[in-house]
């Protein structure tokens, strides 16, 4: 069983939509990332929390510690949104807490 | 300030040549990173670096070596490249954990 699961894998939605993509992981953290990867193949950092929520712009993350869950939300999406979405744990179990990546969310907005 | 930069960005080797990709980051980071990434799995760490002159094995180190001879770059290296090793690579920088890591653009090596 993977130790961090994102769902859905593929998502595909109409400008304007709102999107959440969900991120279980089953390992205690100290923190948990949400990441982007553009269809170039750069990777950026959007949040790190550890507790409740946070934003920024038209994104939106929040987490619960207790049911080990996170969502990251898009509201009014745009074409330029499209990318893939990782979340990534970090473990308070295990050397120099490095990071366990899921497999990601590859988000496509249509205009 | 360039952050996290990689060479090469794309590189073609036969099996059993042998190369070396450079990470050099400008933002004064402790850590470094190494990982790889592949269709359908999230990305993997091979080694790390919690500073110079330290390196660590990470997730699925087997057939890499790497060096941080300076605090600024930190190089891995493919001794006697496989088809396995095909795959995109990317480094990445952070301050200690749990600090966010910044990635470079990545290095995209076939192996034939």
């Known amino acids: 069983k993977n130790e961090v699961e994102q769902s859905p894998q593929n998502l595909t939605a109409q400008e304007g939509e709102f999107i959440t993509i969900n991120c279980s992981y089953s390992?205690?953290?100290?923190?948990l990332h949400w990441l982007q990867q553009h269809p170039g193949g750069g990777i950026v950092s959007l949040f790190m929390?550890?507790?409740g929520k946070k934003k920024h712009g038209r994104l939106i993350a929040t987490i619960n510690i207790q049911e080990k869950h996170s969502s990251l939300h898009i509201t009014a999406s745009h074409p330029r949104d499209s990318a893939v979405y990782i979340c990534?744990?970090?473990?308070?179990?295990?050397?120099?807490?490095?990071?366990?990546f899921g497999k990601g969310t590859k988000l496509s907005v249509k205009p | 300030n360039a952050g996290v930069t990689q060479t090469p960005k794309f590189r073609v080797l036969k099996t059993g040549q042998s190369m070396t990709l450079l990470c050099a980051q400008d933002?004064?980071?402790?850590?470094m990173y190494w990982y790889r990434q592949d269709p359908g799995m999230g990305l993997r760490l091979i080694h790390y670096?919690?500073?110079?002159?330290?390196?660590a094995k990470g997730e699925v180190p087997d057939g890499y070596n790497v060096s941080r001879l300076k605090k600024q770059n930190f190089l891995l290296g493919l001794e006697s490249a496989a088809p396995s090793q095909t795959s995109v690579y990317f480094c990445?920088?952070?301050?200690?954990?749990?600090?966010?890591?910044?990635f470079g653009p990545g290095t995209r090596l076939t192996v034939t």
């Open positions: 990445a920088s952070s301050y200690r954990p749990p600090w966010e890591q910044y």
């Open positions: 390992v205690g953290i100290s923190a």
């Open positions: 929390l550890s507790s």
């Open positions: 990534a744990v970090r473990s308070i179990v295990g050397s120099q807490g490095n990071l366990i």
């Open positions: 933002m004064n980071h402790e850590y």
């Open positions: 670096s919690v500073g110079e002159g330290t390196t």
